[in-house]
Every structure is written in C-alpha cells, then in structure tokens.
C-alpha cells in the first residue's frame, strides 16, 4: 500500500499594527544599535588614523631576505681565509729568510 503524504498549506500573513507599542519599542532598540554603530565606526577610524602615524617609518617588507647575510658570510669567509694564507706565508717567509742567515753565518765563520 503507497504511502500517502500529507502536505501542510503554508499561508504568508500580513498585520499592519502601525503606531503599536512593539514597534516603537523595535526603533528605538534599532535607533541605540545605529548609535553604537556609528560610535564604533568613529573609534575605529581613530585607532587607524592613530595606528597609521605611530608606525611612519617602520612599515618594512614583512618577508625576509637572506641574500644580503649569505653574501656578507662569504665576504667574511674570503677575509679570514686571506688572513690565514697571509699568515702562513709570512711564516713560511721568515722562517726562510732565517735559514738563509743561519745558513750564511755558517759558511763565512767556516
């Protein structure tokens, strides 16, 4: 046996009570929540006129490039090994040059 459904009849009202108690009642809710609408609207419009000059002249880029670091590292890098050629040939140097007087000492006594 098919199933028989029942369908309610949905009927869209309409009930005029202008000048009702509720309805003022309604505008005034309305009239103290545009109120507190627009006073909101105003603070916010302070705190980002106020936020916008505290932060004149730190507005960076946000992400980070790590190119500048790399290079400045590799300057670094070719400083300290400079540095330690230069020491080890002047080692080398002097330690020759001592030799060679060692040397010439030896052979004018001798």
Same mark, same amino acid.
């Not at 002097?94 to 006594?109: D, K, N, R, Y």
């Given at each position: 046996?098919?199933?028989?459904?029942?369908? *309610?009849?949905?009927? /869209? *009202?309409? %009930?005029?009570?202008?000048?009702n108690?509720?309805?003022?009642?309604?505008? /005034?809710?309305?009239?103290?929540? *545009?109120?507190r609408?627009?006073?909101? *609207?105003?603070?916010?419009?302070?705190?980002?006129?106020?936020?916008?000059?505290?932060?004149?002249?730190?507005?960076?880029?946000?992400?980070?490039?790590?190119?500048?670091?790399?290079?400045?590292?590799?300057?670094?890098?070719?400083?300290?090994?400079?540095?330690?050629? /230069?020491?080890i040939?002047?080692?080398?140097?002097?330690?020759? %040059?001592?030799?060679?007087?060692? /040397?010439?000492?030896?052979?004018?006594?001798?």
């Open positions: 046996m098919p199933k028989v459904q029942n369908y *309610r009849i949905i009927m /869209s *009202r309409s %009930f005029h009570s202008e000048g108690s509720a309805n003022i009642n309604v505008d /005034s809710h309305l009239n103290t929540l *545009r109120q609408i627009e006073q909101l *609207r105003k603070k916010e419009k302070l705190n980002t006129v106020y936020n916008r000059h505290e932060n004149i002249g730190w507005n960076y880029i946000s992400d980070y490039n790590d190119k500048h670091k790399k290079y400045c590292l590799i300057l670094q890098l070719a400083e300290l090994a400079g540095l330690a050629g /230069s020491n040939g002047f080692v080398v140097l002097s330690g020759s %040059f001592c030799i060679f007087l060692v /040397s010439l000492i030896a052979h004018m006594h001798g």
